[in-house]
C-alpha cells in the first residue's frame, strides 16, 4: 500500500477578482522509505502542493490518502506520524537546541529523561551532538538542517515533508545533507516529500517530478520491481 496518495488534487485560489489554478488534476503515491523531490520554477504550485500532502490546506477537488485513509478524517493519532520541517526556532520553545529537540516529545507527555535521551540519539543520528548546547540564532544554515531534521525524526514520523530544505545553505554542504535525508528515509522507511528550485540540487531523491502551471510531469508512481520467472536448468532434477 503506498503511505501518501494523491488522487486528482485541484486547487484554485482568489487574487482579488482574479482566479489563480495552483494545481491541476495532480495525482502522485509515495512509499515508505522514498524520497521524491518535486522541482519546478516559483509559484509552479510547488508549496501549495506540499501543503495540501500534509493537510493544511484542502484540495477544492480530488482527495489526500495517508495510509490508505482519507487525510481530513484522520485520527489525531495520524496526524502525528505527518510531520513538516523548518527551520524556524521560537524562542519559547527551548533555549538550546537540545531543549528545542526534546520540544515534540514533552508536548506529549514523554518524560523529560526520555526525551533528553531521545533527542541525543536523534542529534547524533544528523551528526548534530557537537550543538546541542548552543542557542539556534548561533547555527549556520547547514546546522539548522541539521537541527531541524532531529527536531523531526524524533517523533519517529512515517511522512516527513521539506519545502526547499537547502535554500540558504552553502553549494557545498547541500549534497551530504541531502543524501543524509536520504539514508534517513531508507534506513527508517520514512517517507519523504521535498521541493526544490528549477536549478536546485536533488542529489539523493529517488524520483524527480517537475511542476509547471499546477500540473504534475515525470513518473509519479513509484517503480515496481519486475518479476522474473527462473528457469529450471534442464540437468536439475525435479522434485
Same mark, same amino acid.
Given at each position: 500500500?503506498?503511505?501518501?496518495?494523491?488522487?486528482? @488534487?485541484?486547487?484554485?485560489?482568489?487574487?482579488?477578482?482574479?482566479?489563480?489554478?495552483?494545481?491541476?488534476?495532480?495525482?502522485?503515491?509515495?512509499?515508505?522509505?522514498?524520497?521524491?523531490?518535486?522541482?519546478?520554477?516559483?509559484?509552479?504550485? =510547488?508549496?501549495?502542493?506540499?501543503?495540501?500532502?500534509?493537510?493544511?490546506?484542502?484540495?477544492?477537488?480530488?482527495?489526500?490518502?495517508?495510509?490508505?485513509?482519507?487525510?481530513?478524517?484522520?485520527?489525531?493519532?495520524?496526524?502525528?506520524?505527518?510531520?513538516?520541517?523548518?527551520?524556524?526556532?521560537?524562542?519559547?520553545?527551548?533555549?538550546?537546541?537540545?531543549?528545542?529537540?526534546?520540544?515534540?516529545?514533552?508536548?506529549?507527555?514523554?518524560?523529560?529523561?526520555?526525551?533528553?535521551? =531521545?533527542?541525543? &540519539?536523534?542529534?547524533?543520528?544528523?551528526?548534530?551532538?557537537?550543538?546541542?548546547?548552543?542557542?539556534?540564532?548561533?547555527?549556520?544554515?547547514?546546522?539548522?538542517?541539521? @537541527?531541524?531534521?532531529? &527536531?523531526?525524526?524524533?517523533?519517529?514520523?512515517?511522512?516527513?515533508?521539506?519545502?526547499?530544505?537547502?535554500?540558504?545553505?552553502?553549494?557545498?554542504?547541500?549534497?551530504?545533507?541531502?543524501?543524509?535525508?536520504?539514508?534517513?528515509?531508507?534506513?527508517?522507511?520514512?517517507? @519523504?516529500?521535498?521541493?526544490?528550485?528549477?536549478?536546485?540540487?536533488?542529489?539523493?531523491?529517488?524520483?524527480?517530478?517537475?511542476?509547471?502551471?499546477?500540473?504534475?510531469?515525470?513518473?509519479?508512481?513509484?517503480?515496481?520491481?519486475?518479476?522474473?520467472?527462473?528457469?529450471?536448468?534442464?540437468?536439475?532434477?525435479?522434485?
Amino acid at each position: 500500500m503506498n503511505l501518501l496518495e494523491l488522487q486528482h @488534487v485541484t486547487k484554485r485560489f482568489r487574487r482579488g477578482h482574479r482566479g489563480l489554478l495552483a494545481l491541476r488534476d495532480v495525482s502522485l503515491q509515495v512509499d515508505p522509505g522514498e524520497v521524491v523531490c518535486i522541482s519546478g520554477a516559483r509559484g509552479s504550485g =510547488r508549496t501549495t502542493l506540499l501543503r495540501i500532502a500534509a493537510g493544511i490546506e484542502r484540495p477544492d477537488e480530488g482527495c489526500v490518502r495517508f495510509a490508505g485513509i482519507d487525510l481530513q478524517r484522520a485520527s489525531a493519532a495520524l496526524w502525528r506520524q505527518i510531520v513538516v520541517c523548518n527551520t524556524r526556532f521560537l524562542p519559547a520553545h527551548g533555549r538550546d537546541v537540545s531543549e528545542h529537540v526534546m520540544m515534540p516529545l514533552l508536548a506529549i507527555r514523554v518524560s523529560r529523561d526520555e526525551a533528553s535521551l =531521545r533527542a541525543h &540519539r536523534a542529534l547524533e543520528r544528523v551528526d548534530a551532538a557537537h550543538v546541542a548546547f548552543a542557542a539556534p540564532e548561533e547555527l549556520i544554515p547547514s546546522e539548522l538542517l541539521r @537541527v531541524s531534521l532531529a &527536531r523531526a525524526i524524533v517523533r519517529d514520523p512515517r511522512l516527513l515533508i521539506l519545502d526547499e530544505p537547502t535554500n540558504g545553505v552553502d553549494p557545498l554542504e547541500r549534497d551530504p545533507l541531502l543524501t543524509l535525508l536520504q539514508s534517513i528515509a531508507h534506513e527508517s522507511a520514512i517517507a @519523504v516529500l521535498l521541493t526544490a528550485g528549477e536549478t536546485g540540487s536533488v542529489t539523493g531523491a529517488d524520483r524527480i517530478l517537475r511542476l509547471s502551471d499546477g500540473e504534475l510531469l515525470g513518473r509519479t508512481l513509484p517503480t515496481t520491481a519486475e518479476v522474473v520467472q527462473l528457469r529450471r536448468s534442464s540437468s536439475e532434477p525435479s522434485a
